[in-house]
């Protein structure tokens, strides 16, 4: 099943300048909880990294981010923020190996079809290091769903999210709920998942 889907791809390929210009504070809270878990210059993947926000500020701290997000146009946009490449990465094309200390997915893997998020989760968890960590934001739900741009949301529940994680082993495994927004500007309610791989 592919993992991206094809009208949520195609809402950021035409609003990307938009989106990635967008104020969009980052959530140094959250984002240093993940950074004070890895190692000082870790090398950290973000998954669906949109204007490059995230990325701009692990690595203005000394982390090793290899910037991604599985639209070229975002991409482009994350580049010229960020004044290094950016990788056009589709979450089920990862394919890497005990190569990251840490991978930070902010509010993208929520897009991914349900039957198709486990397979994701398996391939963060090979492409991590021994005692790596993940992190990953999700739009809560009790089904998948479209917001009003058309967009494809999993809506997981926690326990669902448990299940879609369960198909490899965590060392731990804690996911918080939180309320906030979004960029379609309805009150919604977030789950922030962290899960540590085995050391």
């Known amino acids: 099943m592919p993992?991206?889907?094809?009208?949520?791809?195609?809402?950021?390929?035409?609003?990307a300048r938009a989106y990635a210009n967008r104020r969009n504070t980052v959530d140094g809270a959250r984002l240093d909880a993940f950074l004070t878990m890895l190692p000082a210059k870790a090398a950290i993947l973000e998954l669906g990294c949109g204007g490059g926000q995230d990325s701009e500020a692990m690595l203005a701290k000394g982390f090793d981010v290899t910037p991604t997000d599985g639209s070229p146009e975002l991409a482009r946009e994350a580049q010229t923020r960020l004044g290094k490449p950016v990788h056009v990465l589709l979450f089920g094309d990862l394919d890497e190996t005990d190569r990251y200390h840490g991978v930070w997915a902010r509010a993208c893997l929520l897009h991914v079809?349900?039957?198709?998020?486990?397979?994701?989760?398996?391939r963060v968890h090979s492409a991590l290091k021994a005692g790596g960590v993940f992190?990953?934001?999700?739009?809560?739900?009790?089904?998948?769903?479209?917001?009003?741009?058309?967009?494809?949301?999993?809506?997981?529940?926690p326990a669902w999210l448990r299940e879609a994680y369960g198909n490899v082993t965590w060392a731990s495994m804690d996911i918080e709920a939180t309320t906030g927004g979004g960029y379609d500007g309805?009150?919604?309610?977030?789950?922030h998942v962290i899960a540590r791989k085995p050391g």
């Open 113 to 122: 079809p349900r039957k198709g998020l486990p397979g994701i989760v398996g």
């Open 135 to 157: 992190y990953a934001s999700f739009k809560a739900g009790a089904r998948e769903g479209r917001d009003r741009f058309r967009r494809y949301y999993n809506y997981p529940s």
């Open 3 to 15: 993992s991206e889907d094809p009208a949520t791809m195609a809402f950021y390929a035409a609003e």
């Open 186 to 191: 309805m009150p919604t309610e977030w789950l």
